[in-house]
Nanobody, 123 residues
């Protein structure tokens, strides 16, 4: 059974930093593309970042480029999202996701999802 267990959300002031973690179990993590999406209240889920199986290829939404960094540790079956220079508009529930294919920003192509973690950025 595939599981993605998330941690690391919380409340932070604008300009601050948070790191999200997503621990995977139940399948070959090292062969999966991993990604982060987010969903703000009343809005659709949107792409944040993705990393391929090796960690060598990353993809970012324009809104987070230069502020967020996605990385992975295959030995720990964990993917991270380091979020710096946070803004109030980054407030959302963040989800990690996995797929057996190349990096993509299309949520419909991801097969497995975490349960979400709240990130709130105060102004």
């Amino acid at each position: 059974q595939v599981q993605l267990v998330q941690s690391g959300g919380g409340l932070v002031q604008a300009g601050g930093s948070l790191r999200l973690s997503c621990v995977a179990s139940g399948w070959m993590f090292s062969s999966q593309t991993m990604a982060w999406f987010r969903q703000a209240p009343g809005k659709e889920r949107t792409f944040v970042a993705a990393v391929d199986w090796s960690g060598g290829r990353t993809l970012y939404a324009d809104s987070v480029k230069g502020r967020f960094t996605i990385s992975r540790d295959n030995a720990k079956t964990t993917v991270y999202l380091q979020m710096n220079s946070l803004k109030p508009e980054d407030t959302a529930v963040y989800y990690c996701a996995a797929r057996a294919g190349a990096t993509t920003d299309k949520s419909s192509l991801y097969s497995y999802w975490g349960t979400g973690t709240q990130v709130t950025v105060s102004s």
